[in-house]
C-alpha cells in the first residue's frame, strides 16, 4: 500500500453521495482458501486441543479452524 490515505474535517453536504470504494462480497472470498494468522490461546485451551487431536489422530490446527468454521457459519447472515 504505496498510497497515503488522506483524511479532512471537511463536512459532506447533506445527500451528497460517497464513492463506492469496496468491492462486492463475491470478490472477497476466496473459497476452502486458509489464512494464515497468529493467535494467542490460553495454555489450557491449547492443551485439550493438541490432547484431542493426537486421539484423532489429526492436526490440532485443523481441529481449531473446524470449529471457527462451524461457529461463522452457525452465526453467518
Known sequence: MSKKTIYTDEPLAMGERVADFLPPPSELVKRDATVKITLELTQSSLNFFK??????????????RNLIDAYAKQHSV
Open 51 to 64: 490432547e484431542q487431536a493426537q486421539r484423532e489422530r489429526v492436526s490440532y490446527q485443523r481441529m481449531l
